[in-house]
């Protein structure tokens, strides 16, 4: 799905069409380059993907988030992804190697599912960070500072640099 951003306003997200913060997620996560900004972002800058695409949905969405709703949303992805994303995540990336003497195809099959419930993880945390956010329509913020502040609750702040690229290739 394509979207344009007016020429005047490069920072201004443009609202797309969809209904959800899943929805937003899957489109975003399909754009060129967002699935290998939000890898650089986790595994060099230790950020959690599913946060970065919910902060963005609220700009895009233009709802309004306080501090307070910043650090509910970092609790609870933080709680989420230790509990269940993260050592799903180790898990599938462990099996990506052979491990003798189990069978490659047996080994393949079984991260394949692996990779099925890491995304239902994700997915449910997605969800939940979405009841979070205020209704549409009662805020408007900038992008790049509501992203290097989210990044900066989450833990140390990534660069601004893959940031803005993110908003680029996302919004």
Do not use: N, Y
Not at 38 to 53: F, T
Not at 76 to 100: G, M, Y
């Amino acid at each position: 799905m394509e979207t344009k951003r007016p020429s005047d306003a490069p920072d201004t997200p443009v609202r797309p069409d969809l209904s959800s913060l899943w929805d937003f997620a899957v489109a975003v996560h399909g754009r060129p380059d967002v699935d290998a900004l939000c890898l650089e972002l986790q595994d060099s800058h230790g950020q959690c993907v599913s946060l970065l695409l919910w902060r963005l949905w609220t700009l895009v969405e233009g709802r309004a988030v306080s501090a307070e709703t910043l650090e509910a949303a970092t609790a609870c992805a933080r709680l989420w992804d230790d509990a269940a994303v993260a050592p799903l995540r180790a898990v599938r990336r462990r099996l990506k190697a052979p491990h003798p003497p189990v069978p490659d195809a047996a080994r393949q099959a079984l991260r394949g599912r692996v990779a099925d419930v890491e995304l239902a993880a994700e997915r449910l945390l997605i969800e939940t960070l979405e009841a979070l956010a205020a209704p549409s329509g009662a805020g408007e913020e900038a992008s790049l500072p509501a992203l290097i502040a989210l990044t900066a609750g989450w833990g140390k702040p990534a660069p601004s640099e893959p940031l803005e690229r993110l908003i680029a290739a996302a919004l």
